[in-house]
């Protein structure tokens, strides 16, 4: 089990690039998400899935997009990137949507944008 | 839309005194997650309460969940250096997909 897989470790993006962050589990998880990490922000919800083919917005939706269409994978694409994407990205997934088991963390995508 | 603040932001001891990070959300819980994160990584799950006053315990962790299932707390008796990063709680409120992660609070041990 390599659980929780996101790629790339780092990226530096110019302002206006698009680009896509790539996130797989192969636990068989129903729940997968997106946070961005900000300094004294925590972990804010940008999407997030129930299945495959079913996400939803989260807290800070704007300037993102994902899809699901496999239980596998959840990517999050940043459709002209802004400076003020610039972050540390997580995807995280768990078993069912339910919330009665934790979350399994990605090792996270560090982005620039500049 | 639903809050989960937590207080403090920072916290600095010295290695064997105790440390608490109190959680607390704008609407009543399901349930509530704790997770920690070490400086670089990524946050790890820790526990989940579920019931009414709860109380668990992992060693010198010792977790609480309030009558009204709305705050939470995280305490750390005798610090040990192995116990700095940054603990998050994270909630969601009854009949929904968004869990809230609370801000963190940052604990760092002096040996």
């Known amino acids: 089990n390599a659980g929780v897989t996101q790629t790339p470790k780092f990226q530096v993006l110019k302002t206006g690039q698009s680009m896509t962050l790539q996130c797989a589990q192969d636990m068989n998880h129903e729940y997968m998400s997106w946070y961005r990490q900000d300094p004294g922000m925590g972990l804010r919800l940008i999407h997030y899935s129930v299945g495959a083919g079913i996400t939803d917005q989260g807290e800070v939706p704007n300037g993102y997009n994902v899809s699901r269409s496999t239980t596998e994978d959840f990517p999050l694409r940043l459709l002209s990137a802004a400076p003020s994407q610039t972050s540390v990205y997580f995807c995280a997934s768990s078993f069912r949507t339910d919330f009665n088991y934790g979350y399994t963390f990605g090792s996270g995508t560090r982005l620039t944008v500049v | 839309g639903q809050q989960v603040m937590q207080i403090p932001q920072y916290q600095h001891v010295q290695e064997g005194e105790d440390f608490t990070t109190y959680c607390n959300s704008s609407?009543?819980?399901?349930?509530i997650q704790w997770y920690k994160q070490r400086p670089g990584g990524h946050p790890v799950f820790l526990i989940q309460l579920v019931k009414s006053g709860e109380v668990k315990k992992q060693k010198r962790l010792t977790f609480q969940f309030g009558e009204a299932k709305k705050n939470s707390s995280l305490h750390i008796t005798a610090t040990q250096t192995t116990d700095v990063g940054t603990y998050f709680c994270a909630g969601r409120g009854t009949g929904g997909f968004k869990t809230i992660f609370g801000a963190g609070t940052r604990l760092f041990v002096k040996a």
């Open positions: 609407t009543t819980l399901s349930n």
